[in-house]
T-cell receptor, first 113, second 115 residues
């Protein structure tokens, strides 16, 4: 089955800096890669996703890149703000409603002002 | 995005009792829902896949007789933790994927504490 590795486990940046979180996956059949943000005690919120027919996707300060050959994808947050502090999870799956997402172990991002 | 509602948001129960957690898809039909467990400062671990009208599929290491899953309608899946013990204390969260976009949405989660 799918295995998703995520690094780093913790990341501390200064406000205004960029943050990058990287993930690798094992199953070449996976072609859907979402990123979730989870604040303490709350549900994960989808922040951006990418499919394998696209190499990069951007939404304001957030971007995701995908290298399908190398089986890795990354989350980039620019101009970080204190409210970006949270745990971020990457996931991989095939985009079918009957298939579960498999998550990485998460990255705790701390943005200090 | 689609709305998934989960109840209760927290529950405290005594050892040996059973607890039922409900997960509803409010504005879409979900033939499949997923149940995850999350320990503090850890990731979401898939416990089982709940299929409407059929038996759930459990991940390796998850006791199906302890974690009973019922998916009787296209909008409701339930997880019952039977004969709960303190080690079952955790954050349980359900998820459903939109049929067309494949996007997954999560319920609010249930904080279970067994005393």
């Amino acid at each position: 089955g799918e295995n998703v590795e995520q690094h780093p486990s913790t990341l501390s940046v200064q406000e205004g800096d960029s943050a990058v979180i990287k993930c690798t996956y094992s199953d070449s059949a996976s072609n859907y890669f979402p990123w979730y943000k989870q604040e303490l005690g709350k549900r994960p919120q989808l922040i951006i996703d990418i499919r394998s027919n696209v190499g990069e996707k951007k939404d304001q300060r957030i971007a995701v890149t995908l290298n399908k050959t190398a089986k890795h994808f990354s989350l980039h947050i620019t101009e970080t703000q204190p409210e970006d502090s949270a745990v971020y999870f990457c996931a991989a799956s095939i985009p079918q409603a009957g298939t579960a997402l498999i998550f990485g172990k998460g990255t705790t991002l701390s943005v200090s002002s | 995005g689609a709305v998934v509602s989960q109840h209760p948001s927290w529950v405290i129960c005594k050892s040996g009792t059973s607890v039922k957690i409900e997960c509803r898809s409010l504005d879409f039909q979900a033939t499949t829902m997923f149940w995850y467990r999350q320990f503090p400062k850890q990731s979401l671990m898939l416990m089982a896949t709940s299929n409407e009208g059929s038996k759930a599929t459990y991940e390796q290491g998850v006791e199906k007789d302890k974690f009973l899953i019922n998916h009787a309608s296209l909008t409701l899946s339930t997880l019952t933790v039977t004969s709960a013990h303190p080690e079952d204390s955790s954050f349980y969260i359900c998820s459903a994927r939109d049929l067309y976009s494949g996007k997954a949405f999560f319920g609010q989660g249930t904080r279970l504490t067994v005393v």
